[in-house]
C-alpha cells in the first residue's frame, strides 16, 4: 500500500533539503515528489498517460522559474482533476498582493518561510501534520490508502 | 506671460518671461512670437498659431508631452503653455502663460528612480533571504545530527551562526518594510490618535499584567492620517517607552497634543524611563542605531523602530523630534501635516 504523496514546487535546493529533513524529523513518511519549476508542476499534474497522480498536499513556491507559482495555482484550480487538492503557498514573499492573490486563485494556506531553522522546522512540521493528520481529505479519492503517516 | 496679437506678434511681456527667455521686454515687443520656439519647430510655428486662431478655446498644451521653449542663447527649456484667447472687438488678442517644467519633470525622474531603488531594495532583500535560510538551516542540521562530535566550542560557533542569520534576517526584514512604506500610497482618513493609542497601552499592559505603569491618553485626539501607518508609529513610540521604563515601579506613560511650530497640532509619547543622552539625539532616528545596550532593556528590537516612525511621519508631510536626557525620562513628538484638528 502506497501512502499520498506530497508534491513540494521548489526551485531552492536547499529549501529542497531542509523542507524534506523537516518532514523526515516530524515522521512524516508519506512519498515527497520534489519538482523544481512551474512547468514540471504542472507537467506531473496534469500527465500525457493521463493517470493523474493525486497528491494528498502540495507545497507551492511561488518565485519559480519558467512558469510562476500563481498561475500553477491558477491552472490547478480550473481543472477539475487538481481543482480540490489541499496546496499551501510556502514562499518567502509577505507581499501583500502575493497573500491576496494567493487566495483569490485558490491556495488553502499562505506560509511563510521562516528564516530562523527551529521556527522552519516547525513550520513544515505543523503544515505536515495539519494536513495530513488532522485535517479530513478530499473525499472520492476511495481507492487510495489511508495515511499512515504519524510518531510511531 | 506673454500677450500676442492675432498676426503672432508680440503686444505684451512681463517680468518673468524676460527672465524665462533671457530677453528684454523691448526686445521681444514687436516680435513674431515664433522667436521664442526653437529653430527646429519654428517653420510649423505659424501653422499651429492659425489652428488655434480657428478655434481659439482655452487650452494647456505641453503638458504631457512638454514643449520646448528657446532663450535668447538659444539653449531651450521644457514647457507647459497655457493659451487664453480675448476677443477685443478690434481683434484676437492672446495671452500665453509660459511655465518652466524642468524642476517638475526632474522632480518626476528622482520619484521615478527612487521608486526603482525601492522595488530594486524589495526585491534584493527578499532574494537574500533565501540563503540565510540554508545558513541558519544548516548550522541548525549540524547542532541536531551533530552537535555531540562538534564540541562544546563548536556547539557555540554552529549557534552563533544560526544567532547572527536571524539576525540579518531581521535587519533584511526592516529593509523590506521601508522600501514597502515608501512605495505606500497613503489612504488619509480621520483617526482617532488617542484611541489608537489607548489601545495599544491596553495590549502592552495586558502583555506585562504584572507591571504596575500608569497611562494617561489624550482623547479623542482627531487626525488626518494612514490609520495602519499610524498606528506603526504609536506601537513603536509606545513600546520603546514601555521598555525603556522597565524595572520603574511608577512608570508613567503619556501620549498627548501639543500647539506646533510648523503644523496645528503636534503629538508627544512622553515616558519616565532611562530617558538618552542629549547629544546623541540626531542618531535617535537613524535606522540600526541604538543608544542603550541591547542586554539593559529585555525586548530591544532591532533598532529600526524610530527610523520607521520618522519615515511614515515623513510619508505624511510631518517630522519627528525627541527631547531628554540620561535617567530622565524621554518625549518623543511628531507633526503630520498642517491638516489636524486637536
Known amino acids: ?152 | 506671460m506673454v500677450c500676442i496679437a492675432a498676426d503672432g506678434r508680440m503686444i505684451l511681456v512681463n517680468g518673468e518671461a524676460e527672465r524665462l527667455f533671457g530677453y528684454e521686454r523691448e526686445e521681444l515687443i514687436g516680435q513674431l512670437v515664433d522667436i521664442l520656439v526653437p529653430e527646429e519647430s519654428r517653420a510649423a510655428h505659424p501653422g499651429y498659431w492659425a489652428g488655434f486662431l480657428a478655434d481659439p478655446q482655452h487650452r494647456v498644451i505641453g503638458g504631457d508631452t512638454p514643449l520646448a521653449g528657446r532663450r535668447y542663447d538659444a539653449s531651450t527649456f521644457p514647457a507647459e503653455i497655457s493659451l487664453t484667447a480675448i476677443d477685443t472687438g478690434a481683434g484676437i488678442l492672446v495671452t500665453a502663460a509660459i511655465r518652466d517644467l524642468t524642476a517638475r519633470l526632474r522632480l518626476r525622474d528622482l520619484e521615478r528612480s527612487s521608486q526603482s531603488l525601492d522595488s530594486f531594495i524589495y526585491s534584493v532583500s527578499h532574494d537574500l533571504r533565501a540563503p540565510l535560510r540554508g545558513l541558519s538551516g544548516y548550522s541548525g542540521a549540524l547542532l541536531e545530527e551533530y552537535g555531540d562530535i562538534l564540541g562544546e566550542e563548536g556547539r557555540e560557533y554552529a549557534e552563533r551562526i544560526v544567532a547572527v542569520s536571524e539576525q540579518m534576517a531581521r535587519l533584511i526584514d526592516y529593509l523590506m518594510q521601508v522600501s514597502r512604506v515608501s512605495r505606500t500610497e497613503l489612504h488619509l482618513q480621520p483617526v482617532d490618535v488617542g484611541e489608537e493609542a489607548a489601545r495599544i497601552a491596553a495590549e502592552l499592559q495586558s502583555g506585562e499584567p504584572g507591571r504596575a505603569a500608569r497611562f494617561t491618553i489624550a482623547r479623542p485626539v482627531q487626525a488626518l492620517a494612514d490609520r495602519r501607518l499610524i498606528r506603526t508609529v504609536l506601537e513603536n513610540l509606545l513600546g520603546n517607552a514601555w521598555k525603556f521604563t522597565y524595572g520603574r515601579d511608577d512608570t508613567s506613560i503619556e501620549f498627548g497634543t501639543a500647539p506646533g511650530a510648523d503644523a496645528s497640532v503636534c503629538y508627544y509619547v512622553r515616558d519616565n524611563g532611562a530617558g538618552f543622552d542629549p547629544e546623541y539625539a540626531g542618531k535617535l532616528f537613524q535606522p540600526f542605531q541604538r543608544l542603550h545596550p541591547a542586554r539593559d532593556f529585555p525586548g530591544t528590537g532591532t533598532g529600526t523602530g524610530l527610523a520607521t516612525v520618522r519615515q511614515i511621519v515623513e510619508l505624511h508631510g510631518g517630522r519627528a523630534w525627541a527631547e531628554g536626557a540620561v535617567g530622565a525620562g524621554a518625549t518623543f513628538y511628531f507633526t503630520l501635516d498642517g491638516k489636524e484638528s486637536a
Do not use: C
Not at chain 1, 7 to 17: F, Y
Not at chain 1, 48 to 60: G, R
Not at chain 1, 88 to 107: C, F, M, P
Open chain 1, 1 to 152: 500500500m502506497t501512502t499520498p504523496t506530497i508534491l513540494l514546487v521548489e526551485d531552492n535546493p536547499d529549501d529542497e533539503a531542509l523542507t524534506l529533513r523537516a518532514f523526515k524529523r516530524s515522521n512524516i513518511r508519506n512519498e515527497i515528489t520534489v519538482v523544481r519549476d512551474g512547468a514540471e508542476a504542472l507537467g506531473y499534474l496534469f500527465p500525457e498517460d493521463d493517470v493523474t497522480p493525486s497528491p494528498a498536499l502540495i507545497l507551492l513556491d511561488l518565485n519559480l522559474p519558467k512558469i510562476g507559482g500563481l498561475e500553477v495555482l491558477r491552472r490547478m484550480r480550473a481543472d477539475d482533476r487538481t481543482a480540490l487538492i489541499p496546496v499551501v503557498v510556502l514562499t518567502s514573499s509577505k507581499l501583500e498582493e502575493d497573500i491576496l492573490d494567493s487566495y483569490r486563485n485558490g491556495a488553502n494556506a499562505y506560509v511563510r518561510k521562516p528564516v530562523k531553522f527551529s521556527d522552519f522546522t516547525q513550520a513544515v512540521n505543523a503544515l505536515g501534520v495539519f494536513w495530513l493528520l488532522m485535517n479530513e481529505p478530499v473525499p472520492n479519492h476511495g481507492s487510495e490508502a489511508p495515511i499512515e503517516a504519524g510518531r510511531s
